[in-house]
């Protein structure tokens, strides 16, 4: 995506629009709630995923950016989450009223069905973004899935114990991906990340310390601007 840089300066405030609040169905039919950040049909479309104990208002601040860069995004609650920045995760207080497992991994049916709906809304390939836990179950969902255009990864890890070892699961990995950390961070974000296929990779820590999760390219991070040059030049390069 060429010119991001400038579209992010030149993009009329308009584009940052307010959020229209939405729900469809998971793949076990608890319902999903999600904020749509919409632009124009035939821009791409972003997946926004939150950190554990966390919901869509994770993004309240960010999507909107992504939008000056181009993109429609739609942020959802995963059903093990909680609430920030004033928004309770709806599909958590769903799933725990139905009773559902809401572990990490529970979630990824979730994030599924996210990307099903707007692969059948754009009929293009979405890009991925996951925050913590979420990054490393949108790694995982992006191995080999034509539906997937790339992946955005904010402190991905080994979050799921002897359930699920992460590294071994992306290493066919083929999409275009960046990944952000905070400089404590970095060291196993890289060994997370060696034997992925992919070629277009980024591992991208600040001088500083840093954030974990999407925090990072929140203004309350002193660092934020680092994480966003980093990202543009990643995003203007594909």
């Known amino acids: ?37 919409m632009l124009h049909d035939s821009l791409p479309y972003m997946l926004l995923c939150h950190q554990a104990g966390y919901s869509r208002g994770e993004y309240k601040e960010t999507a909107k950016r992504f939008n000056k860069m181009g993109f ?22 769903e799933a725990k009223k139905a009773g559902k497992s809401t572990e990490y991994l529970d979630a990824e049916q979730d994030i599924l069905a996210g990307l099903e709906y707007l692969y ?78 992919t070629g277009d990779k980024t591992v991208f820590a600040p001088a500083q310390k840093g954030e974990h999760g999407s925090k990072a390219l929140w203004k309350s991070n002193p660092s934020y601007l680092d994480y966003w040059m980093s990202l543009f030049m990643f995003l203007d390069n594909d």
């Not at 429609?72 to 207080?93: F, H, K, P, W, Y």
């Open 1 to 37: 995506m060429k010119k991001v840089l400038l579209c992010l300066f030149t993009l009329p405030a308009l584009f940052a629009g307010a959020a229209q609040t939405l729900t469809f169905p998971s793949k076990d039919g608890i319902t999903i709630t999600a904020d749509l950040y």
């Open 72 to 93: 429609n995004c739609m942020a959802i609650d995963l059903r093990s989450g909680g609430e920030v920045n004033g928004i309770v995760n709806q599909t958590a207080a």
């Open 120 to 197: 059948k809304k754009s009929g293009k390939p979405v890009a991925l973004v996951g925050s913590s836990y979420s990054a490393s179950l949108v790694l995982k969902i992006a191995v080999a899935n034509p539906k997937v255009s790339m992946v955005i990864a904010f402190s991905p890890g080994e979050y799921f114990g002897k359930k699920l070892t992460l590294k071994k699961e992306i290493e066919k990995l083929d999409k275009p991906v960046w990944i952000a950390s905070s400089t404590d961070e970095k060291k196993g974000c890289e060994d997370l990340m060696k034997n992925a296929l």
